[in-house]
């Protein structure tokens, strides 16, 4: 399975995270990023042995776009740190049901059932609800012909890192997002999931230049409609 490298160096390998494969390996065994990221490293630079490579950031399995991974130890660290203290910047599009207003700031408290990996909307004096914030844009509205529904394209900024943020927060506001099976009633077996990681802001941990990479969404439908 091919990579689109959008940028590499010494420090950092930042590619297009391919849709439905996950970021990690988990007890399914599927093809994971992490490990597509060692194999090209390694293959790149006929590199002997096991090749570090940090996972510094998650996206979900269904969800594509720019991702960022640490060549070495010290990278990890500091791309950790930048999340923590919320420096690095996560910009996100997502086709979602219905007609959004111009923009909107989010905040809500989440709950996740590790059980069923769920994550849902509760009052913020529930144990272990954690406080999720996200701003978005309206980036244009469109009429579906092919499903006779109004959508729109949204661009969103990620405050926190929440797991399942973006989909529980739209569609808890009757915005359920494009083809997300899990939060939305009105998705069909089939569909892809309308979400995109579209841009990503970091400082590079050892030039301390801030670097900006971004990964346009493919040009499938529902993005066509845009």
């Given at each position: ?91 996100y599009q997502a086709v979602v049901v219905g007609k959004c207003e111009k923009s909107g ?89 309308a979400l995109w990681a579209t841009k990503l802001e970091l400082f590079h941990p050892t ?20």
């Amino acid at each position: 399975m091919k990579l689109n490298v959008i940028y590499e160096d010494n420090h950092l390998l930042v590619v297009e995270k391919i849709p439905n494969i996950l970021s990690q390996a988990d007890n399914t065994k599927d093809v994971d990023m992490l490990s597509l990221c060692k194999s090209y490293v390694k293959e790149k630079y006929d590199k002997p042995g096991n090749v570090f490579m940090g996972l510094v950031h998650r996206l979900d399995r269904p969800v594509g776009g720019v991702m960022v991974f640490a060549k070495t130890s010290k990278a990890a660290s500091r791309l950790s740190d930048q999340i923590r203290t919320r420096t690095m910047k996560k910009t996100y599009q997502a086709v979602v049901v219905g007609k959004c207003e111009k923009s909107g700031d989010y905040v809500d408290y989440l709950y996740k059932n590790t059980e069923k990996n769920m994550v849902s909307v509760v009052d913020k004096k529930k144990k272990d609800a954690k406080e999720a914030k996200l701003s978005y844009r309206l980036i244009k509205d469109s009429y579906s012909k092919k499903d006779k529904k109004e959508y729109s394209l949204v661009e969103i900024d990620l405050h926190t890192g929440r797991p399942h943020q973006i989909r529980v927060q739209f569609s808890s506001r009757k915005h359920p997002l494009y083809g997300d099976q899990r939060y939305s009633s009105e998705s069909k077996v089939g569909e892809q999931i309308a979400l995109w990681a579209t841009k990503l802001e970091l400082f590079h941990p050892t030039k301390k230049e801030k670097m900006i990479f971004e990964c346009r969404p493919p040009k499938e439908y529902p993005w066509n409609l845009f």
